[in-house]
């Protein structure tokens, strides 16, 4: 057993930073390791691009507004902190729209609105179809999004469909990014089973055998998409409560250094001009500013490897109305915009319609995203034009020409980072020359290896598992 208790600092408090605190913690207390835990976090307040503001009743999401529950580990991580009551699904019947001739138009979801679509003509629909029978790739090495979905799926799929879902989501372009990081899943599904579809298939026929061999039942349907009542700031603020360590607010690194003669090799430098000394550091900070505290303490190459992944600026409008001043509120749970289209908007969510309780009584929000690749100056636009800029659009698509109740500007500048092709293989060779020139400084977080909420829990948990291999003396196995 190692009696010595490891230091460890954490720079950022957004959801990487905390959940990599709450795992290490309650994996070191599994292992008999002592550890004490230090999170640096920039701002008074934590959470990163988590940024619930509740008033008046609402609920007003500046970042993310939910996570998928498919990817299990933000749903798993709110039952384990006792939030599975807090939790509010998404219903089934929520529609998604891509703007048409602008006017929004469904995504088809099934084989009648497949059918009757206006985004795709008769030649993309027959394409789509073609799907199972097109070739595999036989390269498995990274490829654009862009294209491995042009190859599948057709390109008007892509263009009509896809590549503005894409704008704004990750607020980047299918062409530029990186399938591995985005879509792994479905890459993987096409070496292994030849198509995406042959792939899914064969993927639901694995589980039902699982289930069949194991007598489990069927589980409990998920909603598709998840939030919690008082939006996602809770999972923040629990995590937060249930780190025993130290949580330093408003306390930037600026400095890092590494003397490895030292008993404890690293130094941080603070904003209130104290200094920490650690065994262990782990950095969860965008990764340009990770690349700004690395300058000089490791090989050049790797800080220009994390500064060159770009990153594009958003600005997040929420707007409230009345409901009853609107003649036909809108309710689906969300419009993407295609480059085609004249809006100058990426997109407008429907955010009670998705998730009713974020408006009281009689009020109806939506969500508008501004920026992104396409046009990123329009992210920084004054206060005033940005509030016009939105309501017109508003008014252009909708038909809403009522007097907003409340607005909420968020702006992120710079907001989503977008793996360019390679990223994953960049990675791992900054991790192979960290691990070499800076032992025990670990990176993690939305630049590294997925950048939805359940993506940095994911890298979260298996950075825990990999600290954990490192910290255990040789003769201790590690608990499965
Ligand atoms: C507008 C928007 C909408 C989104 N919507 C969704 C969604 O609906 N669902 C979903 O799953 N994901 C969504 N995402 C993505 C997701 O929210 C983020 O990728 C994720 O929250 C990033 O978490 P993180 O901890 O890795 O990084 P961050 O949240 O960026 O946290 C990094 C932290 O480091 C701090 N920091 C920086 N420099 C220093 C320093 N020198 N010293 C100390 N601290 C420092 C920062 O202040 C910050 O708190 C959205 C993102 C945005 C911007």
Known sequence: MNQQTVEIVIVGGGISGLSTAYYLEK?????????HITVLEREATLGGKIATQRQDGFVFEGGPESFVTRKLEAWELCHELGLQDRLVGTTRSGKNYVL?????????????SFLSTPLLSLGGKLRLLKEPFVKPRTDSSDESLGS??????????VDNIVKPAIGSVYLGDVDAMSVQVSFGRFAEMEQQHGSVVKGMFALMKEKRAERKASGEARPPKKPAFATLQGGLMELVNTLAEQIEGEILRETAVTNLSHNPTNAQPYKVELSDGRS??????????????????????VETAVTEQLRAIPYNPVTTVNVAFNRSEIEDPFDGFGVVVPESETSQL??????????????PGDQFVLRAFVGGQRQPELADLPEAELISLVRQELAQIFGISAR??????????????QPPVGHLAMIAE????????????????????GQGVPDCIRQSRNLVEQILADLQPASQTLAA
């Open 27 to 35: 994996e070191a207390t599994q292992h008999n390791l002592a550890v």
């Open 100 to 112: 048409h001739n602008g006017r929004p138009a469904i995504v088809p979801d099934g084989p009648g």
């Open 148 to 157: 491995f979905l042009r190859r599948r799926l057709g390109d008007e799929m």
């Open 276 to 297: 920490l000394n650690a065994d262990m550091v782990v950095l969860t900070t965008p990764t340009f500013v990770m690349a700004d505290l690395l300058e000089g303490v």
């Open 346 to 359: 990426l997109a407008i969510e429907g955010m009670s319609a998705k998730f009713p309780h974020r408006a």
């Open 404 to 417: 907003p109740t409340q607005i909420h500007i968020q702006r992120w500048q710079p907001a989503n980072p």
């Open 430 to 449: 900054v991790e192979r020359k960290l691990a070499d020139q800076l032992p025990q400084l670990y990176l993690t977080g939305a630049g590294l290896r």
